[in-house]
């Protein structure tokens, strides 16, 4: 079967770095994205990842090694705002998406 | 703000009842989804509509009817739910079915009661 595996809550302090990590067992592989989902909102996109190794932008970074089946997004200089939950989610060999369970991040002051 | 809207953004139904939920998406995209959230679940994809045309149906039951008359708009017509059907219904649109970067819209809490 198909299987994406992440925390389902971490806690971290305001103005620290944190990392959510995803692993995935898919039938095959086109993709990794990652969404942001502030409670009661709607996911929104924060990255893509297909090809290996770590794309930057702002304060959110995301890494991909398709050999270890593995992704993480990288949060940098939290905010309070970062509190929310993560979603990884796999496009697989017939462009479709499998979705993790979401990481729920609970920052602190 | 987003570009997908959804109505209504609450919604209480018993079990005979028949309600639908709307979605609109200004974006100009041609696929649009409706996705299932439960608590602590993943993401459960229902529906997908690629150029009008359903390209995907994850085993439904047929207590949901999606409807979609056009490229910006489409609906989920409910009917005779049962109580696990209680979640969100999030719709998302995106370029094409090719699935790149999707935008959600906010999602319709339903309570079944």
């Known amino acids: 079967g198909q299987n994406i595996d992440q925390p389902t809550e971490m806690t971290a302090t305001e103005g620290a770095i944190v990392q959510i990590n995803c692993t995935y067992q898919t039938s095959g592989f086109n993709g990794l994205f990652w969404y942001q989902q502030h409670a009661g909102e709607a996911p929104t996109f924060l990255s893509y990842n297909v090809l290996d190794g770590l794309e930057e932008k702002g304060r959110f970074s995301s890494f991909l090694s398709r050999s270890k089946g593995y992704s993480y997004l990288l949060l940098k200089e939290l905010q309070m705002k970062d509190s929310a939950s993560y979603l990884c989610?796999?496009?697989?060999?017939?462009?479709?998406?499998?979705w993790g369970a979401g990481t729920k991040l609970i920052i602190k002051p | 703000e987003t570009g997908v809207t959804q109505t209504p953004r609450h919604l209480v139904m018993g079990m005979t009842n028949k309600k639908s939920l709307k979605c609109e998406q200004h974006l100009g995209h041609n696929a649009m989804y409706w996705y299932k959230q439960s608590a602590k679940k993943p993401l459960e994809l229902m529906f997908v509509?690629?150029?009008?045309?359903?390209?995907e149906n994850n085993s439904v039951p047929s207590r949901f009817s999606p409807e979609c008359p056009n490229s910006s708009h489409l609906f989920l017509h409910l009917h005779t739910l049962q109580p696990e059907d209680s979640a969100l219904y999030l719709c998302?649109?995106?370029?094409?079915?090719?699935?790149?970067?999707?935008?959600f819209g906010p999602g319709t809490r339903l309570t079944v009661t």
């Open positions: 509509y690629n150029f009008k045309e359903q390209t």
């Open positions: 989610a796999v496009k697989d060999s017939n462009y479709q998406l499998i």
């Open positions: 998302a649109s995106s370029q094409d079915g090719d699935i790149n970067e999707q935008y």
